[in-house]
């Protein structure tokens, strides 16, 4: 990470990546490809059923082919993610027309042993190239986290705006010490949608639609989830970065007294509002009475009239004095009152430490008896 993407005062605590077998999922489907390969080139070499195969070539690769796309059709639902099932679909479409393109039928049983290997080979480097542009850095000030192949994301959440931590670990985690921490921000921005098929049903718009003949539908329950970009997936060691980010949380969680404090400081500059708003509106009558002033002085006290008439701003000059007189004597009031409510917190702050501190002192003094 550059310098120049740090902020001021920012140190860097560490920067991760996905543990290499946190992307298990992706290379299972790889490994799956392998072994079926090998299955299939078994099964029609060297197996009892080998006659079965002999009479057409294009019955192993029927074979291969359905299969494949049996497991991809059931690994999607699980998943709830039917890219898995396109992805088996254009492998098995590849291989059909390479045997299209070149011939190869009476060769078939070879061709899906080495096409398979080749593919998943392709499969686990593709993986391997994903989880290497994962990076996650964590500062004393945030977590950033920077993922994608072809399109670059990146996200940062600050420790003050995290609400909760998730935290789990598959059994492979729990074997070789790496697992998945999702930061779930006040927001909501670590929480997804979670759905549970059942029956074999599935939602078609508001309708239900049938599978195999049960009738579906579908339940969301709102769960920890995000991307791997947007996680700190399958990190390593666990354990000590989970340790490290709840700690920075927590140094970043206000207790009860700064809450207070905060409080005080809010009362403090609302009351210096009203203040300058206060200050504001006396000057600004000031130039208006003086001219009102000046027009009685100018005059001339022919009639009677003119004496009450410069009567009356004298009496709106003293009320006005008055009514700013007692606002002011309010306003201060307020931060008088405000004052003593934060002398009155710091006090009892001061006290729960001092007692704290007695209580180690006694703890300490025990321990020493103990041992002597």
């Known amino acids: 990470m550059e310098k120049k993407e740090l902020l001021k005062n920012e140190q860097i605590e560490r920067i991760l990546s996905p543990h290499p077998l946190s992307f298990m999922k992706l290379q299972a489907l790889c490994i799956f490809v392998i072994v079926w390969g090998i ?65 190869w039928e009476n060769e078939s049983t070879l061709f899906l042993l080495v096409y ?83 029956a074999g049903g599935l939602a078609v718009g508001s309708q239900k639609a049938k599978l195999f003949g049960f009738a579906g539908g579908g339940k969301e329950v709102q769960t920890p989830i995000a991307r791997s970009y947007y996680e700190l997936h399958g990190v390593y060691p666990y354990k000590e970065i989970k340790q490290l980010v709840e700690g920075l949380v927590q140094t970043h969680v206000p207790t009860q007294y700064q809450k207070e404090q905060i409080e005080f400081q809010k009362q403090q500059v609302d009351i210096q509002k009203q203040m300058r708003d206060l200050l504001h509106k006396q000057v600004s009558e000031k130039p208006r009475k003086k001219v009102v002033k000046n ?16 009567k009356i701003p004298v009496k709106r000059k003293e ?54």
């Open 116 to 198: 398979s290997i080749a593919v998943s080979i392709v499969g686990f480097l593709i993986v391997e190239f994903y989880r290497r542009s994962h990076k996650y850095i964590i500062s004393n000030l945030r977590i950033m986290f920077k993922g994608g192949v072809l399109t670059k994301r990146e996200r940062t959440i600050r420790y003050d705006k995290i609400a909760d931590i998730d935290a789990k670990q598959g059994i492979l985690g729990q074997i070789f010490g790496f697992g998945t921490i999702i930061p779930v921000s006040e927001s909501g921005l670590g929480l997804g949608s979670d759905t549970s098929m059942a």
């Open 295 to 310: 027009a009685v002085e100018e005059e001339e006290p022919e009639e009677e009239d003119s004496e009450e008439e410069e």
């Open 319 to 372: 009320k006005d004095e008055e009514a700013f007189a007692q606002e002011q004597v309010d306003i201060q009031q307020q931060m008088k009152e405000l004052l003593k409510k934060q002398m009155t917190a710091h006090a009892v702050e001061k006290e729960e430490e001092e007692g704290e501190e007695e209580n180690e002192e006694e703890e300490t003094d025990k321990e020493e008896k103990e041992v002597a």
């Open 39 to 103: 299955v299939v080139w078994w099964l029609t070499q060297f197996s009892a059923y080998k006659g079965i195969f002999g009479g057409n070539g294009w019955y192993p690769l029927i074979l291969w082919g359905l299969v494949l796309l049996l497991v991809g059709v059931v690994a999607s639902l699980v998943a709830i993610q039917w890219s898995i099932f396109f992805l088996y679909l254009g492998v098995f479409a590849g291989g059909l027309g390479l045997v299209f393109w070149q011939h």
